[in-house]
């Protein structure tokens, strides 16, 4: 045995209960035995056999002791308790192996099976001694019945009791190994199983787990969310929640990947726009559905293609600039000459249009190079009239009718003054542009309404014209996109921008009466950075 084994509250430990039935059933046929020696498997004349059968109860009124005691403790004993049951357990077998006549008697076995059942409770310096205390006992023990100590036949069975204990203590051994291995490998798969669920959870894509009956085994938050799943941990058919995944997935095996719109209650229209992806698990039953918002990756690819765009935009009005303003010069020298009707005609049209070319060269710089925004609290009910009594001044905003509607006690907001005056100034020319409905006045209103569960307060710049083609909903904020042939198509997408610097975006929406303009502003905090 190996004495450096030390004892660890880890280890593989049979249960109590085990180890008290083994005992107890020995104590049991010994006691069998003893009552009846007609069966002669103790001597029936030995005047030891009251003493063996005196023990033999004892023993048996012991075992069912530690029996009923691991019944009400069921867990594994602390090693004092475990040494003093072997302690016990020893005395009670040496008492019986000198009573029945020692190495040459029939119970010149329980030693050995004493010394199996002792490996699987103490280990370590306590089971050596163990061992060496019973080889030693035995041979004194069959030196006192039978005068014998270093006879063939006592070394050969102290020889055998050190084999037993060695070979057991190996074996348990053994299997101490094969269960810490055991645990550290499920502890293992525990932790990569936390680890990819976790995985899953952060994944920027809804992720379904689908056995073949289609039912769904595991969905991360982001897959409940955009179809409108229940987050639960039990398995339950998709079909029966989500009809739409349920049909895709029919045909998944001839279309694996294809746009969806299913129904949702999540959304104003009552549909939302996926792209599903179905992937089978080789040889496994088990299929993955991934689902991305459409609309969202329709966004993100035009975005990059507008930025690209604009890079490109940002490089050409720079080449523009030089022979521009070339142009107006020369278009300036000539106006000093006299000329008749028609040149004078066809100078106003360089003059025009060079200004318009310059506006657009100017918006496409300032898109390309956004001046970082520095915020400011903003009282918008009183810094919003005089942004407009001084908009008031542009000639395309003359005929323009303002309604400022919102308390007094709205809360200040954060924002960039000058670039909120942007904002606003080319909202309004841009409802200057299209918001005018036929034979009527031209008029906006502006709405400003707390959001107190966003600390934030919305703003609508609402108009009432002919309202936003719903082809064009989409693609109103892309520079360059226009309807008007004197636009420039910068305008809305330089507003997008300006307020993205400044925490907040903007939505275009249609109302009964013609469209609006939808953006909420943060509000004021003391030590708000961006």
């Known amino acids: 045995m190996d004495a450096a084994v030390a004892d660890s509250p880890s280890r593989l ?14 104590a049991a046929v010994l006691t069998f035995f003893t009552q009846y020696p007609q069966l002669q498997i103790l001597p029936s004349h030995s005047p030891w056999l009251s003493a063996l059968r005196s023990a033999a109860i004892l023993a048996l009124i012991w075992s069912f002791g530690l029996l009923l005691s691991s019944q009400i403790y069921p867990r594994a004993w602390p090693q004092w308790t475990r040494i003093l049951v072997v302690s016990v357990d020893t005395l009670f077998v040496l008492y019986l192996f000198y009573c029945s006549g020692a190495i040459s008697g029939p119970l010149a076995i329980l030693p050995l099976l004493l010394l199996i059942a002792n490996v699987y409770q103490v280990r370590g310096h306590v089971a050596l001694i163990q061992v060496w205390v019973t080889i030693v006992a035995v041979i004194v023990i069959n030196f006192l019945r039978q005068g014998q100590l270093g006879s063939g036949g006592v070394l050969i069975y102290s020889l055998a009791l050190f084999a037993v204990a060695y070979l057991a203590d190996n074996l348990v051994r053994y299997r101490e190994r094969s269960a810490q291995e055991d645990a550290l490998r499920a502890q293992e798969i525990l932790d990569l199983n936390t680890l990819n669920r976790e995985i899953i959870r952060q994944f920027d894509a809804g992720l379904l787990v689908l056995d073949r009956q289609n039912r769904v085994l595991f969905s991360n938050p982001l897959a409940q969310e955009l179809a409108q799943l229940p987050a639960d941990t039990n398995p339950y058919v998709l079909d029966q929640v989500q009809p739409d995944l349920g049909e895709f997935l029919r045909h998944a095996d001839t279309i ?35 689902l991305r918002d459409a609309s969202s990756l329709r966004e993100k690819q035009r975005e990059a293609q507008m930025a690209a765009l604009g890079r490109l935009a940002a490089n050409i009005a720079h080449e523009i600039r030089n022979p521009l303003s070339a142009i107006r010069h020369a278009a300036q020298l000539l106006a000093e000459r006299s000329l008749d009707a028609s040149g004078e005609r066809l100078l106003q049209i360089i003059d025009r249009e060079s200004q318009r070319l310059n506006r657009i060269v100017e918006s496409v710089l300032e898109m390309s190079r956004p001046r970082a925004a520095h915020p ?25 009718q303002v309604e400022l509607h919102g308390d007094d006690g709205l809360p200040l907001v954060s924002c960039d003054p ?57 693609r109103i904020f892309e520079p360059f996109f226009t309807t008007e042939s004197l636009g420039t198509g910068l305008g809305l997408p330089l507003v997008r921008e300006l307020l993205r610097a400044n925490r907040a975006d903007i939505e275009a929406r249609n109302h009964r009466h013609g469209a609006e303009f939808v953006f909420s502003l943060p509000e004021w905090q003391l030590g708000t950075l961006l």
């Not at 949702?264 to 993955?288: D, H, Q, V, Y």
């Open 13 to 26: 430990t049979p249960p109590a209960k085990a180890i008290a039935l083994y005992r107890l059933v020995i």
């Open 256 to 290: 694996p990947e294809r746009e969806l719109s299913i129904r949702t209650t999540k959304m104003a229209s009552g549909k939302r726009l996926l792209w599903l992806r179905s992937i089978a698990l080789a040889n496994t039953p088990f299929r993955l559905l991934t």
């Open 376 to 400: 400011a609290p903003i009282a918008l009910t009183a810094w919003l009239p005089q942004i407009l009594s001084q908009l008031r001044a542009d000639p395309s905003l003359l005929d323009l």
């Open 418 to 474: 000058e670039q909120l005056q942007q904002i606003f100034t080319n909202l309004l020319l841009n409802a200057a542009q299209h918001g005018k409905p036929p034979g009527q006045p031209l008029r906006v209103e502006i709405l400003l309404t707390p959001m107190q569960n966003q600390r934030a307060v919305e703003i609508r710049v609402r108009d009432y014209g002919q309202g936003i083609p719903e082809e064009n909903l989409e």
